[in-house]
């Protein structure tokens, strides 16, 4: 391994499956706002949309999505920034 090219602030981060609410400890050295307590100890949180538990292809089960919700969805997240710009 080459010296000094990695990264020195590896640390325990709690990963959260928002739509199964699994959560995974691990190290790295992503960024997080949020912090979450497990068993007395708190951690960084960083949320996630999807894991491998929540997968299809993990999963082996196949999930219907609403199309329709989906651009409902992204069109009222993003709304605040196309109002900014009229």
Do not use: C, W
């Not at 990695?6 to 691990?26: C, G, Q, W």
């Amino acid at each position: 391994m080459k010296k000094e090219i990695h990264p020195e602030n590896y640390r325990l981060v709690a990963f959260k499956d928002m739509s199964n609410d699994e959560i995974t400890i691990t190290r790295s050295t992503a960024s997080a706002r949020e912090t979450i307590e497990i068993d007395g100890v708190e951690y960084p949180l960083f949320k996630m949309e999807i894991s491998s538990s929540s997968h299809p292809f993990y999963t082996g089960k196949m999930k219907l999505v609403d199309s329709a919700g989906r651009v409902d969805k992204f069109m009222n997240k993003y709304k605040k920034y196309s109002e900014k710009r009229q």
